[in-house]
């Protein structure tokens, strides 16, 4: 097990209490609203203080009794809002490409598996909020990131459209052997893309099922 | 006239880039940072909307006289008095119209969604990417609605110019005093014409600001 977390940290009337190891591999979290699945990968994402230890590749992201806390900006995550957080100014290319670099290659792969394509030109207040779910879903994943949180990532979209972008997800999981944490309220999520399932209650994670 | 004129206008367009370089960094950190002090700041920001303006004018002319230190140290730099020149009228114009460019700049960064800034930092944006591709954007009608109301502030400023300034014509006369010396002696049409002129590029400037708020100006959101 390459990255581990052991964190502790109370948030209003959750105490968020998570201690887990995980490989490289897509792990979905599911739960009741108010568990603290959120919060969970918003506290990985350096978004929320916390006290514990966070680490990703061996690397110390957080380690709060020795004041090591890497900030979000350096960790080389991804991470996708349950909204799709676009920002109405740009088109939709460069909220894509939104401070990274442009491969042209790699925008056309994305946008095509994500079935953006035809929307590149387009402004977020032309989108639906499926169309807007999946371009937010295509900027998480052209930075390559070394750790991608998803929230609710597939819960605008259609069943098709559905399959189509779990297979997406364990393709890139599989090119690019990096782990993505899915928080999910769907049955499906965890019955085809978990490798790892951990059912998260009152902000603790109660049952881990690995498949992998 | 026209010389009042001119002077109000380069007055006017002078203190209002100054302020929109000063305004956005005082107002960034009044929004998103907290350090001791801080109320401190805020409310010396904002004195110059209840301070009768020739108290301001009379402190500001205190510390650039010849005699005290800022006073002096231009005087040796430029080999000239900021007291009673157009420099010391820009010097007094900056702190009397500050509150007018950081408090609709300060609405503006306060109403932009938080995830937007935590977007920021998940795409990993430096400081300056995070202005120029979020902040700034999501701010353009707060930072447009700073420049006319300075701009327009500053034109009817008379108080402050009068104390720091002098009304030396053609130097620090500004249209505002050129007025009331045509009404002290009883040229009726010049002050009718310049009043009319003031008034007009002040509801030309307010007009842009509520076209661009839709909303009231004290009430309303900044940023809508």
């Known amino acids: 097990m390459i990255h581990s977390i052991a964190i502790r940290q109370q948030f209003g009337a959750l105490l968020l209490n998570v201690t887990v190891k995980f490989d490289n591999e897509i792990i979905v979290i599911s739960g009741e609203n108010g568990a603290g699945k959120t919060t969970l990968l918003r506290c990985m994402a350096g978004l929320e203080k916390v006290s514990g230890i966070i680490k990703i590749n061996k690397k110390i992201w957080l380690n709060s009794a020795a004041k090591i806390i890497v900030p979000t900006t350096v960790r080389n995550i991804a991470f996708v809002w349950s909204d799709a957080v676009l920002l ?6 460069d909220n894509i490409i939104l ?10 792969f994305i946008c095509s598996e994500c079935g953006i394509n035809h929307l590149r030109h387009r402004i977020p207040s032309m989108l639906s909020s499926g169309e807007a779910q999946r371009v937010a879903l295509a900027r998480a994943i052209y930075r390559k990131p070394c750790l991608l ?5 597939f819960s605008a979209q259609a069943p098709s459209i559905r399959c ?4 997406f997800l364990q393709n890139i999981q599989q090119q690019w052997a990096i782990p993505i944490l899915i928080a999910s309220h769907d049955p499906e999520d965890a019955r085809v893309l978990a490798q790892q399932h951990w059912d998260m209650q009152e902000g603790s994670i109660v049952v881990v099922n690995s498949s992998g | 006239m026209i010389d009042a004129l001119w002077i109000t206008l380069q007055l006017a367009l002078i203190t209002t880039v100054i302020l929109l370089f000063i305004g956005a960094p005082l107002a960034y950190t009044l929004t998103f940072k907290t350090f001791f002090g801080r109320t401190v700041l805020e409310v010396l920001v904002a004195l110059p909307l209840v301070l009768p303006p020739t108290v301001l004018g009379y402190y500001i002319l205190l510390i ?12 040796v730099m430029f080999n000239q008095s900021l007291a009673f020149s157009f420099s010391g009228m820009v010097v007094a114009s900056v702190f009397y119209s500050l509150p007018f460019s950081v408090q609709p700049m300060q609405q503006a960064f306060r ?15 430096t400081f300056k990417e995070t202005c120029l591709h979020i902040i700034f954007p999501a701010s353009k009608s707060g930072i447009l609605v700073a420049v006319a109301l300075v701009f327009a502030h500053t034109m009817g400023e008379f108080g402050v110019v009068l104390m720091v300034g002098g009304s030396i014509p053609g130097e620090t006369k ?4 050129a007025l009331f010396e045509f009404v002290e002696m009883q040229q009726g049409d010049d002050a009718w014409l310049l009043a009319l002129i003031l008034l007009g590029i002040s509801f030309v400037m307010l007009s842009i600001v509520y076209s661009i708020n839709k909303k009231p100006l004290l009430t309303g959101n900044m940023d809508q």
């Open chain 2, 174 to 177: 500004v249209a505002s005093i």
């Open chain 1, 164 to 167: 189509r972008l779990r297979i």
């Open chain 2, 64 to 75: 650039i006289q010849p005699s005290a230190m800022v006073g002096s140290m231009w005087q």
């Open chain 1, 88 to 93: 109405p100014w740009l088109n939709i290319e």
């Open chain 1, 149 to 153: 949180l998803l929230d609710e990532p």
């Open chain 1, 99 to 108: 401070g990274g670099k442009n491969d042209a290659a790699l925008l056309a």
């Open chain 2, 111 to 125: 109403a932009i969604p938080v995830v937007w800034l935590e977007l920021a930092k998940v795409q990993g944006l």
